[in-house]
């Protein structure tokens, strides 16, 4: 595959503009953790690529989930417009002459109790233990887990950011693709995707 070398590096790398494609890896014994950048030729043109090979738990998607719902626009108010809608619909149904307060107030409660207690759980349905393989370059990610697979532009992605060491990618359709620091060999590794990242997805929406 090309020149191999043994370090990341920053800028264009000095060689032939063919087909060729330099790699530059970390991986740890056994092959269980690999970060690589790529610097395939297009058209004579060096392009930056990132990927990484990990597998999530469940904890982590646990986790997620709630940080995710807890912060200023996060998912507790999906959670309170299905409770409003739910209230709103079996007042609405039962045709009284008055409104009733008391019914409303009980129905948006005890929606709401059940979006907390079972809206949480279709992540760990969706869960795959499965190694997930990602790879950003500035045209989007792709991504392939078991025999499925997929692709996003950047456009498609609302955030990119870091929380408690794990790098976040959420999509519009609040999907995310948490990415553990223990998907890099070293800290540096860690620091290079997140920041290539943050510049793909901020050079979409310029």
Known sequence: MGKVIDQFTDGCLAGSAESEAYVAWAEELGGKRRARLEWP??????????????????GEIWRWYWRAWARRK????????????????????????????????????????????????????????????????????????????GARGWKDVRSVEESYGAIVITGINNNAFIVPSRAFASEQERLKFYEAARRFHAGSNS
């Open 41 to 58: 030729s297009r058209d004579g043109k060096a392009t930056e690529m990132y990927t990484v090979r990990y597998a999530s738990t469940r």
């Open 74 to 149: 996060g998912l507790w108010r999906y959670h309170i417009l299905i409770s409003l809608l739910s209230a709103i619909a079996v007042t609405a149904r039962e045709k009284q002459s008055t409104f009733d307060a008391r019914h409303f107030f009980f129905v948006f409660v005890v929606t709401m109790l059940g979006c907390v207690v079972l809206l949480p759980l279709w992540p760990q349905i969706r869960f795959k233990p499965s190694v997930r393989t990602l790879k950003i370059d500035e045209k989007g990610f792709e991504t392939v887990i078991g025999r499925r697979s």
